[in-house]
């Protein structure tokens, strides 16, 4: 991939699992300790990529950038750290805050932000320039708040992000 001329490679951090199956291309940073299970398409061909530490990428996620949008701007997709992604969920030019998780066959799209220790429900629609804010459950299409997540599943999130960090080494 080439952004003004400059080739642009992933960038992988240390103990960092990317299935043999999995695509992951152009201008994307995952952090040490992350996953990228079997199927996964992160593309990083028009905008950047950037994934924290520890945070797994479920089987057959896709996570893409916007380089033009109904808004006409530019967006890259950010996850933070400790994230779950579930199973077939996308990821559009959005930003997902750190501990938080994004359930199965979950669509996030342009602008929208899932803040730290949050959780999108399984099959929810977060629409374009929508705001979860930290520690609210979101679920429906379109997601609307449903409640406030709970210290027992925030310790839950944390847990899954070590067992799928170990597993992935």
Known sequence: YKRQGVVTKP?????V???PNASVIGDVSLGGGSSVWYGCVLRGDVNCITIGEKTNIQDNVMVH????NAAGIPR???IGSGVTIGHGATIHAATIGDTSVVGMGAIVMDGAVVEKESIVA???LVVPGTVVKSRQMWAGSPAKYVREVSEEEIEAIAQASED???LGA
């Open 11 to 15: 960038k992988l951090g240390e103990k």
């Open 17 to 19: 699992f990317v299935a």
């Open 65 to 68: 950038v916007a380089k033009h």
């Open 76 to 78: 890259a997709t950010q």
């Open 122 to 124: 399984a099959g929810s």
């Open 164 to 166: 799928y960090s170990a």
